[in-house]
């Protein structure tokens, strides 16, 4: 069996209980009156445990506790001391009023004189060495507590400080919102190219040989007339009613005129011409002609816009292909091709990328970075009339010159972008060719325009059904590559006609809206601004450019 032995300690309790009841009445006599530096280095003779002296010394507060003794050592240490138990030096109650100046922090600890007002200056000194304190009244307490919170305040001033110089300085920049970025997108590139660029792109701008002044190309320049349009949404298209600009700069029939795609540039109007040139308007403002490129040597079949509105695509009867930079009208990227072009087209997805067909059986994909061709899409006819790339770039649409005595196989064929393999040639069965295709902007359907003298619609997801119902007729193409169009908001299809009218259907009834004699010759191209909702453009075979509002 196991015992228990039971010790009487409670004669050593109780005079620990005595010890301490001692030592917390004369602590407590002691409490108001504040302690000198004689008075507190009398009385850790016999504790070796705080060391003042590596904070005169500039150890720091680490060294300070670095060197204790080990807790049972501590233990007996704090037992034998036959005056008051010493607490850990309170900052609070041990620290004297002291006032400053900013170049206290400063001072190195040796020259400071002795007194717990010092060590505590110093231990903060060593502590933020690079720290420059404000001026203070002399009134202010200098606490430990107190320091590190207008240390910590004095942080944050000179941190918004900085952020102010750094916001005044153009180092940081504000936070725009999108709805703002997107109107501000004009002057962001003017100041990407300069100010000295801009004035070297004004002088550019070609004179006429009519002997009308140098014209300020004004392609960085946003429209008075369509700011208050830029933030709403699009209203409901108009029919428009009267004229407002008619352009007869061009030498030779106007194949085709396109509004620039950034809504921003969108008083400029694209216009290629059999003249062997193509000219940007100003189609809203004033009319006149901002820019000429004559980059061809022959007539300048298709053109198109680039998605940032900065560049044009180009090709034309002289087997040429060119990408124009707008404002400076230097070429980016040329090119001779095998045969005469009819057709060009950038892919949405890929900027760098566009096909171009024409006289061949071939359609070509070049990179404007490599200037080689990456894929051909060959099929057995004899000409590509138009392209058309449907929303996700994947796929695309030719129409060709090919029919059979029954049937027209292979009008219209659908391609794999990626693959150039055939996805449907069995697309269009009358035998009709069609020299214009248009995709509708609000749904997966695309327009036909037919040497039938009708518009068919087709579905633009496979496999590309044609809709039997519904057929737009009452113009007239008879051989002419005559253009048709969607309005912005899809309600409204607007063709020319080989007589030189303008036609507005219903896209939902197919039924003619209205029609009124544009053109005494053959109108081949028509086309709605993206932003105002009346305006539209014509072109026709004697080479006028009319507005309409």
Known sequence: ??????????????????????CQEKSIRNLGQPLSSDTLATRCENNPRPRWDNLNMGLGIVEEYSSLPEPQAERNIWKSCPGPRLQRPHT??????????????????????????????????????????????????????????????????????????????????????????????????INERGGSELQRQRSDCPSSSEGFPVRECR?????????????????????????????????????SVQWCPVLQHSHMLLSASMDKTFKVWDAIDTGRCLNTYSSHSGAVRAVQWSSCGRQILSGGFDSELHVTDVETGTQLFSC?????????????NE??????????????AWDTRSCKV?????????????????????????????????SADRTIIAWDFHSAAKVSNQIFHERFTCPSLTLHPKESIFVAQT??????????????????????????????????????DGAVLVTGSADGNVFFYNYHNSRIICTFPAHSHACVD???????????????????????Q
């Open 1 to 22: 069996m196991t015992s228990l032995v039971v010790y009487d300690d409670s004669d050593s309790e109780a005079e620990a209980d005595n010890s301490n009841s001692s």
């Open 92 to 189: 609070e109650l041990q620290v004297k009023p002291w006032t400053f100046t900013p170049s206290d922090f400063a001072a190195s600890p040796s020259s400071t004189s002795s007194g717990n007002c010092e060590l505590a200056g110093a231990s903060v000194s060593r502590m933020r060495p690079s720290y420059e304190a404000p001026r203070v009244p002399s009134s202010s307490s200098c606490t430990f507590m107190s320091l590190e919170a207008m240390g910590h305040h004095g942080s944050l001033w000179q941190k918004r400080r900085q952020e102010n110089m750094d916001l005044v300085e153009g180092r940081i920049k504000p936070y725009i919102p999108k709805r703002l970025r997107q109107t501000q997108t004009l002057t962001a590139g």
């Open 219 to 255: 392609a960085t320049v946003v429209s008075d007339f369509i700011k208050p349009y830029l933030e709403g949404k699009y209203k409901s298209t108009e029919i428009p009613k009267r004229l407002i600009f008619q352009m007869s700069e061009h030498g030779g029939p106007v194949n």
């Open 336 to 348: 001779k091709n095998e045969f005469r072009i009819s057709a060009v087209k950038f892919n949405p």
């Open 351 to 364: 900027p760098n990328i566009f096909l171009c067909g024409g006289f061949s059986p071939e359609i070509k």
């Open 374 to 406: 990456i894929k051909v899409y060959k099929a057995s006819v004899q000409q590509t009339l138009d392209i058309l790339f449907l929303r996700d770039g994947s796929e695309f649409l030719s129409s060709t010159d090919s029919v059979s005595r029954d």
């Open 451 to 488: 040497n039938g003298n009708y518009m068919a619609l087709f579905s633009a997801l496979r496999p590309y059904r044609i809709n039997k119902k519904k057929r737009y007729e009452g113009h007239k193409v008879e051989g002419y590559a005559v253009a048709c169009e969607c309005s912005p």
């Open 526 to 548: 028509t086309t709605f601004h993206p932003v105002l909702p009346s305006v539209l453009a014509t072109c026709d075979w004697s080479g006028k450019i009319k507005v309409w």
